[in-house]
Nanobody, 122 residues
Framework: QVQLVESGGGLVQAGGSLRLSCAAS????????MGWYRQAPGKQRELVAT???????NYADSVKGRFTISRDNTKNTAYLQMNSLKPEETAVYYC????????????????WGQGTQVTVSS
């Protein structure tokens, strides 16, 4: 069993910044991928950023240069630094992790946090 808990969401003015955190806990041997997704009202969930355990990253084109994902593997925690936020980026932001529970777990399992609301005012 693995739990992901997001924090750091809130209300911010356009052009402002927020830093989201995602702490993973439970039966974890390693986390191959941690990432952030978001879902705005009436829209599908979309990828924002991911990072593998070797440090490679992937960003949505719309956030490149403004958002930065990072990981602290000693704490099983991921962060998303969001700068120059835009009103259209108002959404619930979800943490996601691909987890290996033991050294030889097959398959890896994907877990989701419950989300944290980010509201960007104009």
């Amino acid at each position: 069993q693995v739990q992901l808990v997001e924090s750091g969401g809130g209300l911010v003015q356009a052009g402002g910044s927020l830093r989201l955190s995602c702490a993973a806990s439970g039966r974890i041997f390693s986390i191959n991928v941690m990432g952030w997704y978001r879902q705005a009202p009436g829209k599908q969930r979309e990828l924002v950023a991911t990072m593998t355990n070797d440090g490679s990253t992937n960003y949505a084109d719309s956030v490149k240069g403004r958002f930065t994902i990072s990981r602290d593997n000693t704490k099983n925690t991921a962060y998303l630094q969001m700068n120059s936020l835009k009103p259209e980026e108002t959404a619930v932001y979800y943490c996601n992790a691909l987890v290996r529970s033991t050294a030889y777990s097959v398959p890896l399992l994907r877990y989701w946090g419950q989300g944290t609301q980010v509201t960007v005012s104009s």
